[in-house]
């Protein structure tokens, strides 16, 4: 971010914002300002705040010296010159080689150090994670729910071992939130196309009532899937009781003591009262003709069928429609409608020629004509 003289503001990204407005919705804890450089210092050495535990300090690190911040009281945020909020500045100050920004927690600490930061109150003008946590509490009143468990995942793409955890969940929980997480890298499929057929997912196959998207658009500090407290974080922060991660999670950590599994988020569930669920990888046996874990199956790994999202994702990337024993048509054929539009100029005299209709002729959509190729190539009758 820089400081524009001419307004007086700081120019943020959106990744910055998002952060911003989990920290004003206390989703990271109950300190809802830019911390002073004294409370930073006291989370690097202790990684507590008021006895919460905080992975990194709250402050904000601009490109800006610092005499010219000391000359404001209080700055505008802009973003894409629209102004979305300001901060009154309590002090600035810079940081040291230690420091580990929440904005950019993957950065380098050669490329934080000696950056100036900004403490101080701060308010939003039009907060989406505001509104969206308030539609949670609102369906959360509404099912007078007590256990709550949440997940997080990019769901890049959506798979049928993703569907065995939401299953798993949904029996032992009266309300399931799932967040919606960017993509590593951007690499992955763009958010409103996961968002798309992950909704047509659950309206399809499972409660509705009983799930709850959390989007965290433009909010790149989970992409990494590196540090599974700061999601738990935010998890316990919004009210759930208990957490479910997958046992691949890239940072877990797994390890075992006296032939127990346990992750470094064993401790930290005891002093932050969340339950933490870890389950194990889940694939398709086919000596077992369904999907287990690996933890439960007897059969080798030469019968597993694994569900690595890489492959799925380069596999619908290449145009080929995944097996259904690995996707649900719906989900794959909404992939592949959304990245070949219009792939095929003469569909409807494909569609007609060679599936059955009821003699009426009706326009179908390019998702229609995926899912109608699935069903077909589930037919094992000629097999």
């Known amino acids: 971010m820089e400081f524009q003289e001419k307004n007086k503001g700081l120019n943020i990204s959106k990744n910055e914002l998002g952060v911003l407005s989990l920290i004003k919705e206390g989703l990271f804890g109950t300190c809802k300002h830019l911390m002073s450089e004294e409370e930073s210092q006291k989370i690097l050495k202790t990684r507590k705040f008021k006895g919460e535990f905080f992975p990194y300090p709250l402050s904000f690190a601009t490109k800006n010296n610092e ?5 404001e009281s209080r700055v505008n945020l802009f973003l894409n010159d629209e102004i979305i909020g300001h901060i009154d500045i309590k002090n600035v100050f810079k940081s ?5 920004d929440i904005f950019n927690p993957n950065e380098t600490l050669s490329k934080s150090k000696n950056k100036v930061r900004i403490s101080g109150e701060f308010e939003l003008y039009n907060c989406k994670i505001k509104k969206i946590k308030s ?10 729910a007590k256990k709550i468990t949440a997940l997080f995942s990019s769901f890049d793409p959506l798979h049928r071992a993703h569907e065995r955890m939401f299953r798993w969940m949904i029996d032992k929980a009266d309300l399931v939130v799932v967040f919606l997480i960017e993509s590593y890298k951007n690499d992955g499929f763009d958010f409103a196309l996961k968002e ?11 409660p509705p009532e009983r799930i709850f998207i959390f989007p965290l658009k433009d909010i790149d500090i989970f ?5 599974p407290a700061l999601e738990t974080i935010v ?30 988020l064993n401790e930290f569930s005891k002093d932050y009262d969340i339950e933490i669920i870890v389950l ?22 030469h019968h597993h069928l694994h569900y690595d999202s890489n492959s799925l994702k380069s596999l619908l990337r290449a145009g080929l429609i995944p097996p259904a024993v690995f996707m649900r048509k719906e989900v794959s054929s909404t992939i592949l409608s959304s990245l070949f539009p219009k792939r095929f100029k003469n569909m409807q005299q494909i569609y007609y020629s060679l599936f059955p209709t009821n003699g009426i002729l009706e326009y179908k959509k390019d998702e229609e004509f995926y899912q109608k190729l699935l069903e077909i190539h589930q037919m094992s009758y000629m097999v």
Do not use: W
């Not at 040291?96 to 580990?100: G, L, R, V």
């Not at 798309?196 to 499972?206: D, G, M, P």
């Not at 992409?223 to 540090?227: E, G, I, V, W, Y």
């Open 67 to 71: 005499e010219l911040l000391k000359n």
């Open 96 to 100: 040291d080689k230690n420091y580990a």
């Open 135 to 144: 539609e949670f509490l609102s369906v959360k009143k509404k099912l007078n």
């Open 196 to 206: 798309k057929y992950v909704e047509k997912f659950i309206q399809s196959y499972l």
């Open 223 to 227: 992409h990494s899937r590196l540090n």
């Open 235 to 264: 998890a316990k922060n919004l009210g759930c009781t208990k957490f479910v991660v997958g046992q691949n999670h890239a940072g877990l950590g797994m390890f075992y003591d006296g032939n127990q599994p346990k992750t470094i």
């Open 280 to 301: 194990p990888e889940f694939v398709f046996c086919n000596k077992c003709r369904m999907i287990v874990s690996t933890r439960s199956c007897p059969h080798g790994n």
